[in-house]
């Protein structure tokens, strides 16, 4: 079914969405449209700080990858989203999220990296590589998205991927020729709902409700507790 609503994000989805995110060794926290930059979903390859067990007193913390993903999605919106390739116009309400994660996962697991352009001796093919990475790399977390929620269909092609079938293909054989991609199967992070939190999770009441009741309130109240920093004056050069 499609319709031209606003989707919200349930607890059920966000616990299910987290277990699926740290396969691909990642972290899920959430975060509004607006706040994305207008994005429904980011990867987010910076080390992120994450508590190991947010059910105890004293978790322990780690630092990982993540992936934002925007409480609410206006399907309309994203229907009408104007993509290289795959036509989200036939995206159903119930695979919207499911393809956002899947992308967002797509551009951990099967994306060019920038820094390999870098590498390239060539200056024309590395002009060429460094000015098309990002939309490749958006077509192939896309195919992979599709791939996910619809295995075996071909992707579905928007008037403009039909006309740029060949260029995307030319584009994508010359940086696999030159800085090939690595199809990554990262160590999954362990699963379980209070495991391997971001400590972002644990700034508001509202996002603390998607993780679960087991939340310790010690853990809360450590993450909401402002924090000083001070320079060690010792450490001036005069």
Not at 64 to 70: H, K
Not at 141 to 158: F, H, K, M, N, T
Request: hydrophobic letters at 35%; a neutral charge; aromatic letters at 8%.
């Amino acid at each position: 079914m499609k319709t031209e609503t606003t989707l919200r994000l349930t607890r059920t989805q966000y616990r299910t969405f987290a277990e699926q995110v740290k396969q691909a060794g990642c972290a899920l926290s959430l975060s509004t449209f607006r706040a994305l930059g207008n994005c429904w979903g980011i990867f987010d390859p910076r080390a992120r700080l994450v508590c190991l067990d947010v059910s105890e007193d004293e978790p322990g913390f780690a630092e990982v990858c993540g992936i934002q993903l925007s409480t609410s999605v206006d399907s309309g919106r994203l229907r009408s989203n104007q993509r290289t390739e795959i036509d989200w116009s036939a995206l159903e309400d119930h695979e919207i999220y499911p393809f956002i994660v899947a992308h967002e996962i797509g551009h951990r697991v099967d994306n060019f990296c920038y820094w390999d352009a870098a590498r390239i001796d060539d200056l024309h093919v590395r002009a060429r590589c460094e000015s098309t990475i990002r939309s490749i790399n958006e077509v192939l977390a896309d195919r992979y998205a599709w791939s996910q929620i619809r295995p075996g269909e071909p992707v579905p092609l928007c008037e403009l991927g039909k006309s740029l079938q060949e260029e995307v293909a030319a584009d994508i054989a010359l940086m696999d020729k030159y800085m090939p991609r690595v199809r990554r199967q990262p160590r999954a992070l362990p699963a379980g709902r209070y495991l391997h939190v971001p400590e972002k999770m644990l700034m508001s009441d509202v996002h603390v409700s998607f993780i679960g009741t087991g939340v310790s309130t010690a853990v809360i109240e450590s993450a909401r507790r402002p924090r000083t920093y001070r320079r060690d004056s010792r450490s001036r050069v005069f």
